[in-house]
């Protein structure tokens, strides 16, 4: 089966930085996504990652390794509105879109 | 503000009530989705949409009838529904091409059964 496996939950200091980490196991691989949903909205896209490497939008940074089926959304600078949950999903080889559970980031001052 | 709206926002009904959740898109796109999210469950598929044509309809009960009138709008029909089916209700929309496709997505719709 598919599967998309990513923490439930991780509490993170203001100003610090935190990784979140993303496995998957699909059939096939057409690129992977990383979107941010704050509680009670709608989910908006920040990366997208489809050859291996360090993608960097300002304090965001997305990584990927397709061999290892292994990617990381990195957080600079925290700050209080970045708490909110973090859906990590991959595009396989049918084009479909599997979703993980999501993580939770809990900012605490 | 994704450009992707949806009402209503929340919604609370009976299990022998008749609801619709409407969702609209302001972005041009060729596709919409509906979606599925339940707490610490990852969004489930519900169906999809291409040029009006739905191509997706991944083993939803048929008590869920999905509507879409033309590629800016999509309905979702609700009919006896169960508790179990509360949960919120994504609209999506994206621009459908082979690579780099990303979804848009709606706040959703709370639903609660009662």
């Known amino acids: 089966g598919q599967n998309i496996d990513q923490p439930t939950e991780m509490t993170a200091t203001e100003g610090a930085i935190v990784q979140i980490n993303c496995t998957y196991q699909t059939s096939g691989f057409n690129g992977l996504f990383w979107y941010q949903q704050h509680a009670g909205e709608a989910p908006t896209f920040l990366s997208y990652n489809v050859l291996d490497g360090l993608e960097e939008k300002g304090r965001f940074s997305s990584f990927l390794s397709r061999s290892k089926g292994y990617s990381y959304l990195l957080l600079k600078e925290l700050q209080m509105k970045d708490s909110a949950s973090y859906l990590c999903a991959v595009r396989d080889s049918n084009y479909q879109l599997i979703w993980g559970a999501g993580t939770k980031l809990i900012i605490k001052p | 503000e994704t450009g992707v709206t949806q009402t209503p926002r929340h919604l609370v009904m009976g299990m022998t009530n008749k609801k619709s959740l409407k969702c609209e898109q302001h972005l041009g796109h060729n596709a919409m989705y509906w979606y599925k999210q339940s707490a610490k469950k990852p969004l489930e598929l519900m169906f999809v949409?291409?040029?009006?044509?739905?191509?997706e309809n991944n083993s939803v009960p048929s008590r869920f009838s999905p509507e879409c009138p033309n590629s800016s709008h999509l309905f979702l029909h609700l009919h006896t529904l169960q508790p179990e089916d509360s949960a919120l209700y994504l609209c999506?929309?994206?621009?459908?091409?082979?690579?780099?496709?990303?979804?848009?997505f709606g706040p959703g719709t709370r639903l609660l059964v009662l």
């Open positions: 949409y291409n040029f009006k044509e739905q191509t």
């Open positions: 999506a929309s994206s621009q459908q091409r082979e690579g780099h496709e990303t979804q848009y």
